[in-house]
């Protein structure tokens, strides 16, 4: 029996959709699947939109979180106009299941009328996910069997593990049409060598537009205790993160020679939250400083810095960091070297003078 030319390109549609697929794979997460960490990932808005449609379409806890995933001012309103094709970095929480990272429940999608999963997978989530990853993620035995109305759990792509010995936020990146990995990594502050090993290709053929990959942002270094509700707070280049039920803003700069610098948010603590008001963030270690406060002493400048928060308080401690110049042994200080040099001008004049008056006799 033979094809017909429609059946025939509708076969060869399947194909590079298969091949498509096979090139998208999840993300690497080996890390412990109790515990979670935050991602993102780049949505490509198909149309024109607000914030707080992008908000409730991903299930983002609150606005803030969005804003500051995105460096948008903090006052930024919830109907804040997206143009179309924009890229927004959508915030969620990861987890990693059978050595893969996936969104950690929230994502959810109501199939629309003339919905598939094809359609679902590549124009309402703008390839992030495959049709494949939803209907394993969803134990759908037929891919053409949805049904208006039911509930689709959507395994956005995410890693909670190191790159490099580091731990990073990772970022789910859309590649563009004719993309190269050193282009992408130099936008992101990382190495194609990374961006080849993370995503298991060998060089840019394999670099595959519509696809997704995972890119590692660096975060600032912070002081943040270990026995922290939110450690560990990985904050990236160019992002602000609200923490400690919203009472405290960090936000992340390379220029702040990528040291996590927070301070209290000025707003009421998170609706969720059992506190009626924010705790103290008084410096353990010097009283007479709140949480972001700076002190002089000689060339030794103290920062009370934010070091996490527990279900009472909000902690804190004294970072200093000096300017004063390297003393040691071996390390001569500005005083000493004045010392030396007039002691060696004297050494000089003491075996000089007599050679001089030698000089002076002899003629």
Known sequence: MGFSKEKILYLLFLFSLAAKSAAQVGFKCTQNPSSTCNSLVGYKTPNATTLFHLQNFFGVKDLNSLLGANNLPFSTPSNYTIKKDAVVKIPFPCKCSNGTGVSDGKQIYTVQKDDGLFYIANNVYMGLVTYPQ????????????????????????????????????????????????????????????????????????QLIAGTTIDIPLKACN????????DYPLLVPNGTYFFTANSCVKCNCDAANNWTLQCEPSGFRPAAKSTWSTCPSMRCDGATSLLLSNTTTTGCNTSTCAYAGFSSQNILTTLATVSTCPATGPGI????????????????????????????????
């Open 134 to 205: 939803i209907q394993e993620f969803n134990r759908i035995p037929n891919a053409d069997r949805i049904t208006v109305g039911q509930k689709l759990r959507i395994p956005l792509p995410c890693s909670c593990d190191e790159v490099e010995g580091e731990r990073v936020v990772h970022y789910g990146h859309l590649v563009e049409e004719g993309s190269t990995t050193a282009e992408i990594a130099k936008d992101f502050g990382t190495t194609d060598d990374v961006l080849f090993k993370l995503n298991g290709i060998a060089n840019d053929s």
């Open 222 to 229: 912070s002081s943040v205790s270990t026995t922290s509700i």
């Open 332 to 363: 001569e200080s500005p005083d000493d070297n004045y010392a030396s040099r007039i002691s060696l001008s004297w050494s000089f004049l003491r075996i000089s003078l007599p050679l001089i008056m030698l000089s002076v006799h002899l003629n």
